[in-house]
């Protein structure tokens, strides 16, 4: 397994960025709202809880390690943080079985926001996956963005390859997250050996994969004790169809259209003159986008897959 983002104790990559975030904090003049933006799984969430963690232990024992990006887990605020108890923290992020960040949400973080910050510090909101807010959230967030309270710090994780309001990001400072391959590497090669595997099964990732993407997909496997060490993506989908149970596991919910436009991506070459094949494929890629903008039912979206997967 992996550690969460909240208690991944060492920074991997984005130092310069991180950095630079250190010294915006320093200069009070400068923003105080910040929108981190780059695919999801590159590490922008673990950023955030470092950057917190320096912000937060700044006047306390075990201070953050600056110089090897290192949070001390004797550290009072880290544990805090860890226990979602820390006071002078609001975190949002997608609720279980929910589909949008609801605008109670934002009520509620409007309330920590007007209230007085413990011990007089600075006070932290942090939004995750705030893509996943619907248009009231959106818009209620947005007039809270407009007040200026140098004591309130806003960050804001974007998974870049879903929109959000440019008003909101008009109201941020943007840094833009790629990953580099030596850190991605860094980060798998932890991952591998913590989890005593040999390798990464490549039928599952593409050279656009995230280290995070990789990591959920076989923390999910062993969680569900399946065998992904010579499983196909094939192999894999007619698993899921015969483990009807899997359907509302979060993750299968949030990862289902990657796994069949995966599968496309992985089959096309061999089946691009197969005409039923690409029937059924143009017939699932429409339901894809249906099921992603309404959330639709996602056993219909896997039986029609069924009728391209029998047919292999």
Same mark, same amino acid.
């Given at each position: 397994?992996?550690?969460? @983002?909240?208690?991944?104790?060492?920074?991997?990559?984005?130092?310069?960025?991180?950095?630079?975030?250190?010294?915006?904090?320093?200069?009070?003049?400068?923003?105080?709202?910040?929108?981190?933006?780059?695919?999801?799984?590159?590490?922008?969430?673990?950023?955030?809880?470092?950057?917190?963690?320096?912000?937060?232990?700044?006047?306390?024992?075990?201070?953050?390690?600056?110089?090897?990006?290192?949070?001390?887990?004797?550290?009072?605020?880290?544990?805090?943080?860890?226990?979602?108890?820390?006071?002078?923290?609001?975190?949002? !992020?997608?609720?279980?079985?929910?589909?949008?960040?609801?605008?109670?949400?934002?009520?509620?973080?409007?309330?920590?926001?007007?209230?007085?910050?413990?011990?007089?510090?600075?006070?932290?909101?942090?939004?995750?996956?705030?893509?996943?807010?619907?248009?009231?959230?959106?818009?209620?967030?947005?007039?809270?963005?407009?007040?200026?309270?140098?004591?309130?710090?806003?960050?804001?994780?974007?998974?870049?390859?879903?929109?959000?309001?440019?008003?909101?990001?008009?109201?941020?400072? =943007?840094?833009?997250?790629?990953?580099?391959?030596?850190?991605?590497?860094?980060?798998?090669?932890?991952?591998?050996?913590?989890?005593?595997?040999?390798?990464?099964?490549?039928?599952?990732?593409?050279?656009?994969?995230? @280290?995070?993407?990789?990591?959920?997909?076989?923390?999910?496997?062993?969680?569900?004790?399946?065998?992904?060490?010579?499983?196909?993506?094939?192999?894999?989908?007619?698993?899921?169809?015969?483990? =009807?149970?899997?359907?509302?596991?979060?993750?299968?919910?949030?990862?289902?259209?990657?796994?069949?436009?995966?599968?496309?991506?992985? !089959?096309?070459?061999?089946?691009?003159?197969?005409?039923?094949?690409?029937?059924?494929?143009?017939?699932?890629?429409?339901?894809?986008?249906?099921?992603?903008?309404?959330?639709?039912?996602?056993?219909?979206?896997?039986?029609?897959?069924?009728?391209?997967?029998?047919?292999?």
């Amino acid at each position: 397994m992996f550690n969460k @983002p909240y208690n991944q104790t060492k920074l991997i990559g984005f130092y310069e960025e991180f950095n630079l975030l250190k010294n915006l904090f320093r200069d009070k003049n400068k923003s105080n709202k910040f929108l981190f933006t780059g695919i999801k799984g590159i590490g922008k969430s673990t950023l955030a809880y470092h950057l917190i963690n320096y912000i937060f232990s700044f006047k306390e024992n075990y201070i953050y390690d600056d110089k090897n990006n290192i949070i001390n887990i004797k550290n009072r605020s880290y544990n805090l943080v860890s226990n979602n108890s820390h006071p002078n923290l609001f975190i949002i !992020n997608i609720k279980e079985n929910k589909s949008f960040i609801d605008i109670s949400q934002i009520r509620e973080m409007n309330v920590f926001s007007n209230k007085s910050s413990f011990n007089n510090d600075t006070k932290i909101v942090l939004i995750d996956n705030v893509e996943l807010l619907n248009k009231s959230s959106s818009n209620s967030l947005l007039k809270i963005l407009e007040d200026d309270n140098p004591k309130l710090l806003f960050m804001l994780i974007h998974n870049s390859r879903k929109k959000i309001l440019e008003t909101i990001k008009s109201r941020c400072l =943007k840094f833009n997250f790629k990953l580099n391959e030596k850190s991605k590497n860094e980060l798998l090669n932890i991952f591998i050996k913590s989890n005593k595997l040999l390798s990464l099964n490549e039928n599952f990732f593409t050279h656009y994969s995230s @280290p995070g993407e990789l990591i959920n997909f076989y923390n999910f496997c062993i969680n569900n004790k399946i065998n992904y060490t010579n499983c196909s993506i094939e192999l894999f989908l007619k698993n899921l169809l015969n483990n =009807k149970t899997l359907f509302n596991d979060p993750y299968i919910k949030d990862n289902i259209s990657n796994f069949i436009e995966l599968y496309f991506y992985k !089959n096309f070459l061999k089946n691009k003159n197969n005409s039923k094949f690409n029937d059924l494929r143009n017939v699932i890629i429409r339901k894809i986008n249906l099921f992603k903008k309404f959330n639709l039912d996602i056993e219909s979206l896997l039986l029609d897959l069924n009728n391209v997967l029998v047919n292999e």
